[in-house]
């Protein structure tokens, strides 16, 4: 799916780019986490503390680039 940001009227405040292309990376990650998941410091923490209280929420999938080619664990 592509998102045309003209089509929002967020040309105004994003002026680069000028849409991308929506794709989804959903989901908790396993634990321990793999080196593969390109994990960051808060969810290596986050996993941690999840093993010692499931009451606090593992780490999840998320994305920092507008065009995901591949998720991450944060």
């Not at 405040?13 to 959903?26: D, E, H, R, T």
Request: glycine share 6%; charged share 15%; net charge negative.
């Amino acid at each position: 799916m592509y998102v045309d940001f003209k089509e929002f009227n967020w040309y105004v405040c994003i002026l680069s780019p000028i849409g991308y292309n929506a794709f989804k990376c959903v989901g908790e990650c396993s634990n321990p986490l793999p080196a593969r998941l390109n994990a960051t410091n808060h969810a290596v923490i986050q996993s941690l503390l999840n093993s010692l209280n499931p009451e606090i929420p593992g780490p999840y999938c998320n994305h920092d680039e507008m065009l995901v080619e591949a998720g991450g664990c944060r």
